[in-house]
């Protein structure tokens, strides 16, 4: 059996001293803690914002739908007749409303796929 002898190990000695791994900061693990942190968070505010863009869309497609029905006995608003503002008011309505629902939906779905 072989002995090592005193050159062996102190080489092997200062091997193993400069393989250590050094952080390059003191505080470098605490910022990517901290980091990881606000991204989490993050995204439970993305995920609140979502929700509530959803329901204020909801209820802002309902309460409009209901003023036109409560408007709809009316024959003159200022001079002009409502057949021609409704007109008007369904085109711009329902453009935006496909626009609105486009956005959201694609916000809703990118935002899932980032998650997983």
Same mark, same amino acid.
Do not use: A, C
């Given at each position: &059996?072989? /002995?090592?002898?005193?050159? *062996? #190990?102190?080489? %092997?000695k200062? %091997?193993?001293?400069? *393989?250590?791994?050094?952080m390059?900061?003191?505080?470098?693990?605490d910022?990517? &803690?901290d980091r990881?942190?606000? #991204?989490v968070?993050? #995204?439970?505010?993305i995920?609140?914002? /979502?929700?509530?863009?959803? +329901?204020?869309?909801? +209820?802002? $497609?309902?309460?409009?739908m209901?003023l036109?029905?409560?408007?709809?006995?009316?024959?003159?608003?200022?001079?002009?007749?409502?057949?021609? +503002?409704? %007109?008007?008011?369904?085109?711009?309505?329902? $453009? +935006?409303?496909?626009?609105?629902?486009? @956005?959201l939906?694609?916000?809703?779905?990118? @935002?899932?796929k980032?998650?997983?």
């Amino acid at each position: &059996m072989d /002995i090592p002898n005193k050159n *062996s #190990e102190d080489n %092997l000695k200062r %091997l193993i001293k400069d *393989s250590r791994l050094e952080m390059p900061f003191s505080d470098f693990e605490d910022k990517v &803690m901290d980091r990881i942190k606000n #991204e989490v968070s993050n #995204e439970k505010v993305i995920d609140r914002n /979502i929700r509530l863009s959803w +329901l204020f869309f909801v +209820l802002g $497609t309902v309460f409009g739908m209901l003023l036109s029905v409560i408007l709809s006995p009316v024959n003159t608003i200022l001079g002009i007749s409502v057949s021609k +503002l409704f %007109l008007s008011f369904y085109i711009v309505s329902g $453009t +935006l409303l496909l626009l609105f629902v486009e @956005h959201l939906w694609e916000l809703t779905f990118k @935002h899932r796929k980032q998650r997983q």
